[in-house]
Structures are given as structure tokens and as C-alpha cells.
């Protein structure tokens, strides 16, 4: 297990860091602005798309950290919705913030996501602002499109280099510190969409940060 997991598994005051970041709007867009040059309303408006393709989906939420998304998805109702997360850490944050939000056939699951035991059963996968954070973002992205159905949808955020000097700057800030893994440029972004058998694909970059869709190819 690489540095940079072991420091997600255990929880340092950075990474809870992020997920107080994440839960405060004002911080979280005034943060993102800084670091990354990104305009945070880019993820509420993704995640006003969601909710309104949520109710009676099965949806792969993953990593899903502190649950961050659960609020902004608060009163909806999912056939299935997974959260699943490496840190026992951000899973307790997760557990905590299920309990306040009322989302509807919600489980949380620690797994890292390549070992993910999950096979074409889900029609929406959630990944926010995680591949950074992973040692192998394109076997990542793999797991990710097996499980969903033919047809079914990736959305996601991550964070990319090459986009600025100071941009980078706080990328390789945060691997000093070990909390990102290698940082790659939109180009590789889209070479592990490709790869995973998605098609459809958009990536859309608000500094730093790249919003990407995908759907799997086929249909049921
Ligand atoms: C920056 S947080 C993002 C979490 C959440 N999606 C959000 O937007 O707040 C990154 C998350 O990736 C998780 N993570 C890192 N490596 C992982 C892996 N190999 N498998 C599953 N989760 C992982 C961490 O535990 C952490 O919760």
C-alpha cells in the first residue's frame, strides 16, 4: 500500500481537513479558487444534475470520503446507493453525515477501489475529486466502468497539472505532504476514460479541477 493510502486509511488532520473544506461552501469555493484557480459552483451544478437522475438508480459513490455529496442529495431515493471508501477514517465522517441527510438505500463500504467486487449492476457512478489521490487512476477509472451496466454513467471531478505553474505548485504542495499520488494532464484523463470501453466522453476544466462524464458502451 502506497504512502498516500496508508495516509487516507489512517486520517491526518489534512485529510479531515478536506472534508471540513468540501462542507462549507464558502471555504470550500474560496480554497478551491485559491489552490486550484477552480470555480467550486462547477460541482453544484454537476450535483444538481444528479439529483434529478438519482430516484430509482443504483449508484456507485466512490471514494466517497466524508460523504460530501449525501447533503446535496438529501430526499432522494435510489433503487441502491453505495458509498465506498479506503478509510475507515473518512467512512466514519461518511456515517455521521448519512445519519443527517435522509438518502434513501444507502450503505457505506471500505474497499479500495480496484479490488471492488462490483460487475456491470450499477447506472450511475459518483467520483469526486479522488483519482488524484490514487496510485492507479486509469485501473481506478476501470473498476469504475465495470461496474456499471451498459449504458450506465460515470461523473466525476479530479484534479489535473498542467493547467498553470501555480496550479502545480499546490499539486506538488500536496504530494509533499503526501495526500495527492502522481498528477497527470487532461490528456491521460481521457486516455483511462477511452480505455475503460466508455464513450460520450466530456471533460470540462475549471482550473485545476476537470469535471469528466462517460457512459459505458452498449446497451441492456
Ligand atoms: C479528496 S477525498 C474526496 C472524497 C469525496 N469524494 C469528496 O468529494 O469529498 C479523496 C478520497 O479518496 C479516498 N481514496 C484514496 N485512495 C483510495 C483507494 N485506492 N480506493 C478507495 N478510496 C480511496 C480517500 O480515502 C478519500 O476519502
Not at 20 to 35: C, Q, S
Not at 197 to 217: H, N, P
Amino acid at each position: 500500500m502506497t504512502i498516500v493510502t496508508q495516509k487516507w486509511r489512517r486520517g491526518t488532520p489534512i485529510t479531515s481537513g478536506w472534508d471540513f473544506t468540501v462542507k462549507h461552501r464558502a471555504i470550500a469555493m474560496a480554497y478551491t479558487y485559491l489552490a486550484f484557480g477552480s470555480d467550486y459552483r462547477r460541482w453544484y451544478a454537476d450535483l444538481a444534475a444528479v439529483r434529478s437522475q438519482i430516484d430509482g438508480a443504483a449508484v456507485l459513490d466512490v471514494p466517497c470520503g466524508g460523504g460530501a455529496v449525501f447533503a446535496h442529495l438529501s430526499g432522494t431515493a435510489p433503487r441502491r446507493y453505495v458509498g465506498a471508501d479506503v478509510s475507515p477514517a473518512m467512512l466514519a465522517l461518511a456515517a455521521k453525515e448519512a445519519q443527517k441527510s435522509s438518502i434513501q438505500n444507502l450503505e457505506l463500504v471500505e474497499r479500495d477501489v480496484l479490488t471492488m467486487p462490483y460487475d456491470a449492476e450499477f447506472d450511475l457512478c459518483l467520483s469526486y475529486m479522488g483519482l488524484h489521490c490514487m496510485p492507479n487512476p486509469a485501473g481506478a477509472v476501470s473498476a469504475m466502468a465495470r461496474a456499471l451496466r451498459p449504458g450506465g454513467v460515470l461523473r466525476g471531478s479530479t484534479v489535473l497539472v498542467g493547467t498553470g505553474w501555480r496550479n502545480d505548485r499546490f499539486v506538488s504542495l500536496w504530494q509533499r505532504r503526501g495526500i495527492f499520488a502522481d498528477v497527470y494532464p487532461e490528456n491521460d484523463l481521457r486516455q483511462w476514460l477511452e480505455a475503460a470501453d466508455l464513450d460520450e466522453i466530456t471533460v470540462d476544466c475549471s482550473g485545476a479541477i476537470a469535471y469528466f462524464s462517460a457512459t459505458k458502451r452498449g446497451r441492456d
